[in-house]
């Protein structure tokens, strides 16, 4: 497994990167492989201290700097306190990869977890690529790559909500790509399949036919930096997955899936509601 890329090119996309998401799972992958690639973080989640222990962490081992940016992305307003941490700073790559997902029937869910759901699921990711969009085709260089998912493909029951907010995420970055490829910057949306992280493991995934169809957090982060310095417009994460996605029909991926769902939703140990 690729463990670091050598494909995130310091003059085009550095020096600062924007890693939201960066305590955990992926998002930690992206800082740790963009770190060794040279460039300096802004390492963004709502767990202040363990953004800071990563922070060291990869100063210490690459000679980068860093800044953390406590926030959390599913608070409406989040946009001017990240925009304030980030004015001084020029960035070339921002990684709007946080995301959460709630999972069981729509109607069990509260509705106020639910709208966080889509807050940080698809509007982070709406004013995220509009304000650093602006600032990065300003400079006339740089990227952007915007984490949906494979549920994003198709209908999926029992994380309805999530294949929804993750449908938007892929919609709105291939539409954007096209207009900022004429401006000289990158826009990539990452749809990775079931990759071994905490989200996956929070529900039980890990105990289920699922996990022989698992990635590694490294693969993944990997396909997307890759598919990001290519410019392409959307990237299922793996061989396997973008497989999956050719062969199967939408509606029978939304049936299994689903199936999936909802026997992962009657077994699982963590549901918020
Ligand atoms: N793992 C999978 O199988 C899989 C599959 C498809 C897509 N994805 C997508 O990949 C991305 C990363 O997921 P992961 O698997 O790495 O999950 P994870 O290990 O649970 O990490 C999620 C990250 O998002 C941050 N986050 C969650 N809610 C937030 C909020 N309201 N404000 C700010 N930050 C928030 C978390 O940080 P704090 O808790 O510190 O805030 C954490 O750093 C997500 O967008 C997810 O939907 C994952």
């Known amino acids: 497994?690729?463990?670091?890329?050598?494909?995130?090119?310091?003059?085009q996309f550095g020096p600062w990167a924007l890693v939201t998401g960066a305590s955990s799972g992926i998002g930690r992958e992206f800082a740790r492989q963009l770190a060794a690639d040279g460039l300096n973080l802004v390492l963004a989640?709502?767990?202040?201290?363990?953004?800071?222990?990563l922070g060291?962490?990869?100063?210490?081992?690459?000679?980068?700097?860093?800044?953390?940016?406590?926030?959390?992305?599913?608070?409406?307003?989040?946009?001017?306190?990240?925009?304030?941490a980030t004015d001084d700073l020029d960035i070339g790559l921002v990684v709007s990869n946080a995301g959460d997902m709630v999972l069981g029937e729509f109607l069990?869910?509260?509705?106020?977890?639910?709208?966080d759901e889509m807050r940080v699921n698809?509007?982070?990711h709406l004013s995220l690529t509009h304000h650093?969009?602006?600032?990065?085709v300003h400079r006339g260089r740089g990227g952007i790559l915007l984490v949906s998912s494979m549920a994003g493909l198709q209908p999926v029951p029992y994380v309805a909500n999530y294949a929804a907010s993750k449908a938007y995420v892929l919609a709105l970055g291939a539409a954007v790509h096209q207009e900022l490829a004429a401006k000289g910057v990158h826009l990539t949306v990452l749809a990775p399949g079931a990759t071994d992280t905490p989200m996956l493991t929070r529900f039980g995934a890990d105990q289920t036919?699922?996990?022989?169809?698992?990635m590694s957090p490294q693969a993944c982060a990997a396909?997307?930096?890759?598919?990001?310095?290519?410019?392409?417009?959307?990237?299922?994460s793996g061989r396997t997955n973008r497989t999956a996605i050719a062969v199967l029909p939408r509606a029978t991926r939304t049936r299994v899936f689903g199936a999936m769902n909802r026997s992962m939703a009657a077994g699982a140990t963590t549901q918020r509601a």
Request: charged share 25%.
């Open 1 to 11: 497994m690729p463990t670091s890329v050598h494909h995130i090119d310091p003059p």
């Open 45 to 53: 989640a709502r767990r202040r201290p363990v953004l800071d222990d």
């Open 56 to 84: 060291r962490d990869l100063a210490a081992r690459h000679g980068i700097e860093y800044r953390c940016v406590p926030v959390d992305l599913a608070t409406p307003g989040f946009l001017p306190a990240v925009a304030e």
């Open 108 to 115: 069990a869910g509260s509705h106020d977890a639910l709208l």
């Open 122 to 124: 698809a509007q982070a």
């Open 132 to 136: 650093f969009g602006r600032r990065l």
């Open 209 to 214: 036919p699922m996990r022989r169809m698992t």
């Open 223 to 236: 396909d997307g930096l890759a598919a990001l310095a290519a410019n392409r417009p959307v990237r299922i």
